[in-house]
C-alpha cells in the first residue's frame, strides 16, 4: 500500500513564542509574572516572589484572597495532574511581605520599590516606571487633578497608577468606604477587611484622596465634575440585582443578591427564613447562599441554576466548600412565578424543567423549557442572583455628550476606553460588563495609561526585548514532577458556620507554599539547542522522561515559505538532507536531564527575561 507520509507542521521559536510559552502569565490580564513569583517561593525568596507578584497589581493582597486565577487555567501543570495553587501562593507572598504584613506603617510603593529593586536583577512594572521617570523617558505629570467616580478595584487600580504618573487622582464614592464589591459584596469570610483597608492604606499613601459618601448625581452632579477636573473616569461597577420577570417578584422575603451582601457586609439587618432558595449560578448565587446559612437560615438553602454545573462560572473549590457547609444545588430548573399568602409573604417558587438544546450567541447550550415538568419549591426566602447592571442614571446623553450601547453601557472604545466625550474614560464592570477582580484592575490600569496620553499628549510605548541566562548547572527538586498539588488548609466547617465573618481558608505555611510552589514546571525556562555542537546521537531523546524530544529529517517537516527562507540562512544547501530536533513543549517538564546528558554539551537551559522599556 503506498501510504502517503504525514509531514509535521513546526513552530520555529521567536520573542512570541518565548513569551506565550510563560502561559500563566500570558492568561493574567495584567501579566504577572506568576512563573517568576512561584519559583522564588521555591527559592525562599519571598521578597522578589513579593515584588514580582505587587509590580503589576496594586490589588495583590486581595487577589491572593479571591482571584479567579486565569493563570490557573492555563497552567501547564495540568496536563500532568493539577494546576499550580498559584492564588494561594500569591496570597504567601502578600502575607509575608504585603500591605497586610505592613499593618501600621503603610508601604510607600515607589519606596519600597527603591528598596527591594536595588538588590535584585530581575525587573517588574514598578521599577520600569520608576526608572523610565528618573532616566527622563517618561515625563512626569505635573498634579493635574483626575476625578474617579466609583472606588472599586477598577477605580482603585487606576488611582493607584494615575498618581505613579505624577496627577492628582480624588475617587468620589458612594458608599462609606471605598473598594466597590469587594467590600459591599464579597463576604468577610472569603475576603477579611483588614486586608481591603491595609491595601487601601497603601494606594492612600502615594496621595490619592478618597470622597466617600459621596454620589456623583445627588451630591455632586456631573457637569461639575468635569468643569473641575482635567479628566474623569467613570468607573461605577454595576450594583444592582437584575431581576427575574415573573409574576410574584414584590412578595416580601424576595431580596436582590448583591443588595442582601450589601446589608450583610454593613451591618445592617436582614431577615432571613429558615427555607432560602438562590436563584442563579454565579458568585453573587455562592456567596448569597453561603451567608444565608450564617445569619439564619436553619433548615435548607437551595441554589437552583438553569444550566448544569459544567455551565457554572465558580471554581470547584468554590462549590465544594458551598457543599461542605450544606447548600444543595438543583440544576436544569427555571422559574415561573413566585407565589406568596395572604399577607404578600414569599411561600414558593413555580419551577419549571429545562433541557439544554444548541449553543447561543455565548457558545453555550440554550435552556429550554420541558412542557409538563412544573413543580412548586416550597420557600420562605428567595434570593435573586442572576446578574447585575449598572446605573448611569447620573448622566445625560443630550447633556453630556456621551452615548449608550444596546446593553445600556456607556460607548467606549475596547482598548483605550476612551468614549465620546474627551477626557471622559471608562473602567471596570461599568464598561464591558461583570467580570472578575482582576479585570477591574487591568481595565483601570490601562485607562491611567489613555488619560496619560490624553492629557500629556505623549503615548506609553512599552517596547519588550529579550535575552537568554545560560543557567549552567541546573538542577530542580528530586521528584518535582511526581508531588501532588497541596491542599490549601481550611477551617472546620462548624467553625466556619458559628462565626461568620471566619476565614474559610487559612492559606499555605511556610512549609506546603515550598513544597507546592516546586511543582511549578518553570516554563520561563527553556531548552536551547546548539546545532553546531549536536551530534545526532539522539541521546537527549532516549532520556528524555516525558518523550517530548524527537530526532527527524528535515525533509519530513512541513515547513512554511519563510521558516524554510530561516532554516536556509542557518544550515545552508543541507536543508534536504539535514536532521532536525523537534519538541512537544507541552510535555516538556524542564527537568534538564536532556542538558546534562548530552556528550558534546550542546544542550543548555537558559532561561528567558522579557526586559522592558518605558517611554
Ligand atoms: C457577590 C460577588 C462576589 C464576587 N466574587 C468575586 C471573586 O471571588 N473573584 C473575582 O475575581 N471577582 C468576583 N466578583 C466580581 C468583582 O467583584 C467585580 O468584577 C469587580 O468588583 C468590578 O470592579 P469595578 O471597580 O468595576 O466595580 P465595583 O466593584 O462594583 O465598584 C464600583 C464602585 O462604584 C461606586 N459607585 C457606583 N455608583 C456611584 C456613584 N454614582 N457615585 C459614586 N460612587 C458610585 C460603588 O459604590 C462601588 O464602590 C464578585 C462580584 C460579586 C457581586
Redesign the pocket.
Known amino acids: 500500500m503506498n501510504r502517503e507520509k504525514i509531514r509535521l507542521s513546526v513552530e520555529i521559536p521567536d520573542k512570541n513564542y518565548w513569551r506565550r510559552l510563560v502561559s500563566c502569565q500570558d492568561a493574567c490580564p495584567v501579566h504577572t509574572d506568576a512563573r517568576g513569583y512561584v519559583r522564588a517561593i521555591a527559592e525562599g525568596n519571598y521578597e522578589l516572589a513579593f515584588r514580582l507578584a505587587r509590580g503589576p497589581n496594586p490589588l495583590a493582597s486581595i487577589?491572593g484572597r479571591?482571584?479567579?486565577a486565569p493563570c490557573e487555567e492555563a497552567c501547564r501543570r495540568s496536563a500532568i495532574d493539577a494546576p499550580i495553587s498559584i492564588r494561594a501562593l500569591k496570597r504567601f507572598t502578600t502575607e509575608q511581605c504585603g500591605a497586610e504584613a505592613k499593618k501600621d506603617t503603610p508601604l510607600s510603593v515607589v519606596e519600597s520599590v527603591r528598596r527591594i529593586t536595588s538588590a535584585n536583577t530581575a525587573r517588574d512594572e514598578l521599577q520600569h516606571i520608576v526608572n523610565a521617570q528618573s532616566e527622563g523617558r517618561l515625563p512626569r505629570a505635573e498634579g493635574q487633578q483626575v476625578a474617579i467616580?466609583?472606588?472599586?478595584?477598577?477605580?482603585?487600580s487606576c488611582a493607584h497608577d494615575l498618581s505613579l504618573f505624577g496627577f492628582s487622582p480624588v475617587i468620589?464614592?458612594?458608599?462609606s468606604k471605598?473598594?466597590?464589591?469587594?467590600?459591599?459584596?464579597?463576604?468577610e469570610f472569603?475576603?477579611p477587611r483588614e486586608v481591603i483597608d491595609a491595601e487601601i492604606r497603601t494606594i492612600e499613601s502615594l496621595g490619592v484622596k478618597m470622597r466617600c459618601g459621596?454620589?456623583?448625581?445627588?451630591d455632586i452632579q456631573f457637569p461639575e465634575i468635569l468643569r473641575e477636573f482635567s479628566a474623569a473616569v467613570i468607573?461605577?461597577?454595576?450594583?444592582h440585582s437584575k431581576g427575574l420577570n415573573v409574576p410574584g417578584e414584590d412578595a416580601l422575603g424576595v431580596h436582590g443578591?448583591?443588595e442582601f451582601?450589601r446589608k450583610l457586609s454593613l451591618g445592617q439587618e436582614v431577615k432571613l427564613g429558615k427555607q432560602v432558595v438562590v436563584i442563579g449560578g454565579?458568585?453573587?448565587a455562592?456567596?448569597?447562599s453561603r451567608s444565608s446559612l450564617r445569619f439564619g437560615a436553619t433548615d435548607v438553602v437551595t441554589i437552583l441554576y438553569r444550566r448544569t454545573r459544567d455551565e457554572m462560572p465558580v471554581s470547584d473549590l468554590?462549590l465544594e466548600e458551598a457543599s461542605e457547609e450544606g447548600v444543595e444545588f438543583k440544576y436544569l430548573v427555571t422559574p415561573l412565578a413566585i407565589e406568596k399568602d395572604s399577607e404578600g409573604k414569599v411561600t414558593g417558587v413555580r419551577l419549571q424543567g429545562i433541557c439544554l438544546g444548541p449553543p447561543d450567541a455565548s457558545g453555550r447550550r440554550r435552556p429550554e423549557p420541558i412542557p409538563g415538568s412544573e413543580f412548586l419549591q416550597p420557600c420562605d426566602t428567595l434570593i435573586r442572583a442572576i446578574g447585575?447592571q449598572t446605573?448611569l442614571s447620573?448622566i445625560d446623553t443630550n447633556r453630556d455628550g456621551l452615548t449608550f450601547n444596546k446593553w445600556g453601557l456607556i460607548d467606549c472604545d475596547e482598548e483605550t476606553l476612551t468614549t465620546k466625550l474627551p477626557g471622559v474614560f471608562m473602567?471596570?464592570?461599568?464598561?464591558y460588563g461583570?467580570?472578575?477582580?482582576?479585570?477591574?484592575v487591568a481595565?483601570?490600569k490601562k485607562a491611567a495609561r489613555s488619560i496619560y496620553h490624553h492629557l500629556l499628549k505623549h503615548p506609553i510605548v512599552i517596547e519588550t526585548t529579550q535575552t537568554h541566562e545560560d543557567l549552567g548547572t541546573y538542577t530542580r527538586e528530586i521528584g518535582f514532577e511526581s508531588i501532588p498539588r497541596t491542599v490549601i488548609p481550611r477551617a472546620e466547617k462548624d467553625i466556619r458556620i458559628a462565626d461568620h465573618n471566619a476565614s474559610v481558608e487559612l492559606g499555605y505555611d511556610e512549609g506546603r507554599a515550598r513544597l507546592e510552589a516546586s511543582r511549578c514546571l518553570d516554563c520561563g525556562i527553556n531548552t536551547i539547542f546548539d546545532g553546531q555542537k549536536c551530534i545526532l546521537c539522539g541521546g537527549c531523546v532516549d532520556i528524555c522522561p516525558t518523550r517530548c524530544l524527537k530526532l527527524v529529517p528535515l525533509a519530513d517537516l512541513n515547513l512554511t515559505e519563510a521558516q524554510e527562507e530561516r532554516a536556509v540562512e542557518c544550515i545552508g544547501d543541507e536543508l534536504k538532507h539535514g536532521s532536525a530536533i523537534i519538541k512537544d513543549e507541552d510535555a516538556c517538564i524542564r527537568c534538564g536531564l536532556c542538558a546534562r546528558w548530552c556528550p558534546p554539551k550542546a544542550i543548555t537551559m537558559e532561561r528567558m527575561h522579557f526586559s522592558e522599556e518605558w517611554s
Open positions: 487577589c479571591v482571584c479567579q467616580i466609583g472606588g472599586g478595584p477598577a477605580g482603585l468620589f464614592e458612594m458608599e471605598p473598594a466597590g464589591m469587594l467590600y459591599t459584596g464579597i463576604p472569603r475576603l459621596t454620589t456623583v448625581g445627588t468607573s461605577v461597577g454595576a450594583k443578591g448583591v451582601l454565579g458568585f453573587t455562592m456567596d448569597c468554590e447585575q446605573d447620573f473602567a471596570g464592570d461599568a464598561a461583570t467580570s472578575l477582580v482582576i479585570d477591574a481595565s483601570g
